[in-house]
T-cell receptor, first 117, second 112 residues
Framework: GAVVSQHPSWVICKSGTSVKIECRSLDFQATTMFWYRQFPKQSLMLMATSNEGSKATYEQGVEKDKFLINHASLTLSTLTVTSAHPEDSSFYIC?????????????FGPGTRLTVT | QQQVKQSPQSLIVQKGGIPIINCAYENTAFDYFPWYQQFPGKGPALLIAIRPDVSEKKEGRFTISFNKSAKQFSLHIMDSQPGDSATYFCAASIGGGDKIIFGKGTRLHILP
């Protein structure tokens, strides 16, 4: 089956620093990857959609200058939380979709727990 | 219009019982309805999904019932086990799943 990995699985950083989270599709090429944020006991909220080789599309209310997304290859997308603050502490989950070919599925990574102190 | 309403928020069922989770939507353009299972500290995993041209789909102990006219769909878990204790999310998407709209989730606890 399609596997998506994330690194790191958890990270603690100090307020004001930047943190980079990687999302990789291990056994398929993903032209499109998605980044979600999930607060405790809440649902997943889509932050942005990234397409390989082009700029990410951000959902309304998500600061694109704060959450930098780079999708440099067909197997890797990165999310950088710049100048992190405690309110950015959350569970960040990526997903990836194989190239068009009949599947509607998105495959989710295991998530990255970010704690900003 | 873009919402998926999910109920109940939490559910406790005895082992062997059949928990039922319900979802409703408004946007008739939705054409893909997946259910996800999420364990604490993990990403969601696809359980089962259905398209609106089918009224029921079974995969193992999991069944989706779909009522297109009522714009409702539900998940049934047969012979539930303590290992099924997790949070379940219904979802919907349009035209290939580019944007998945998630319900708020149901925290299911199966008593041993």
């Amino acid at each position: 089956g399609a596997v998506v990995s994330q690194h790191p699985s958890w990270v603690i950083c100090k307020s004001g620093t930047s943190v980079k989270i990687e999302c990789r599709s291990l056994d398929f090429q993903a032209t499109t990857m998605f980044w979600y944020r999930q607060f405790p006991k809440q649902s997943l909220m889509l932050m942005a959609t990234s397409n390989e080789g082009s700029k990410a599309t951000y959902e309304q209310g998500v600061e694109k200058d704060k959450f930098l997304i780079n999708h440099a290859s067909l197997t890797l997308s990165t999310l950088t939380v710049t100048s992190a603050h405690p309110e950015d502490s959350s569970f960040y989950i990526c997903s990836a979709r194989p190239p068009a070919g009949g599947t509607y599925e998105q495959y989710f990574g295991p998530g990255t727990r970010l704690t900003v102190t | 219009q873009q919402q998926v309403k999910q109920s109940p928020q939490s559910l406790i069922v005895q082992k062997g019982g059949i928990p039922i989770i319900n979802c409703a939507y408004e946007n008739t353009a939705f054409d893909y309805f997946p259910w996800y299972q999420q364990f604490p500290g993990k990403g969601p995993a696809l359980l089962i999904a259905i398209r609106p041209d089918v009224s029921e789909k079974k995969e193992g102990r999991f069944t989706i019932s779909f009522n297109k006219s009522a714009k409702q769909f539900s998940l049934h878990i047969m012979d539930s086990q303590p290992g099924d204790s997790a949070t379940y999310f219904c979802a919907a998407s349009i035209g290939g799943g580019d944007k998945i709209i998630f319900g708020k989730g149901t925290r299911l606890h199966i008593l041993p």
